[in-house]
């Protein structure tokens, strides 16, 4: 029981370590390439990749200095459109993580998904990395337009989609999302380009 476990997480962990580089191990992009690679396949300027990349980071490090482990936030950014999802203990609480993330510079909205619930599992975290493993595995497969154009986040079960999008492919997108097993629900967060 007790290996049974432990390969577990090793597996967890590995899956963990793989999911954002599903790109990189398909084109062959060593590690030190490979944000230079993504960011030639973005729609997003290399400054804006950037950009919402220190959005991320410092939103976050605002959150866990504020609040601590009093709460499970998870900060998306894209195109310096903030996506908030996780838990929160109280409706105060999850506001004020709201007007943390209002707060950072060159954050132009912030999409509150943040849910008032005891912190999830690491058995349910687990089970979103390997949804948004197979929902990019799905994006992949379909060949119906480039996969890193959209960003796909999980949480308990729910699907949120962000990207710069034509509307063709965010239509086929949130398809190929809810048709995927163990997917409860899709959010479209996009910005479309038609």
Do not use: W
Not at 80 to 106: F, H, I, Q, Y
Not at 112 to 128: F, G, H, M, T, W
């Amino acid at each position: 029981m007790q290996n049974t476990f432990i390969k577990l997480i090793l597996g967890i962990q590995i899956l963990f370590l793989l999911t954002g580089c599903v790109p990189m191990v398909l084109t062959g992009v060593g590690v030190g390439a490979g944000t230079g690679a993504l960011m030639v396949e973005d729609r997003r300027s290399s400054g804006m990749y950037i950009e919402d990349e220190r959005i991320e980071l410092k939103t976050s490090r605002r959150i866990g200095e504020r609040l601590g482990d009093k709460v499970h936030v998870n900060v998306t950014s894209f195109n310096r459109n903030v996506l908030l999802t996780g838990e929160t203990p109280d409706e105060s609480t999850r506001k004020e993580v709201e007007k943390l993330a209002m707060s950072v510079e060159n954050v132009l909205n912030v999409s509150n998904e943040i849910i008032v619930a005891p912190k999830s599992s690491l058995a349910s975290r687990s089970n979103d990395t390997l949804i948004t493993s197979k929902v990019k595995a799905r994006f992949i497969n379909n060949r119906v337009f480039q996969v890193n154009h959209i960003k796909v986040v999980t949480e308990n079960g729910v699907v949120y989609l962000l990207g710069l999008v034509k509307r063709n492919e965010g239509e086929k997108a949130t398809h190929i999302a809810s048709t995927t097993e163990s997917v409860t629900k899709v959010v479209k967060v996009f910005e479309y380009l038609d």
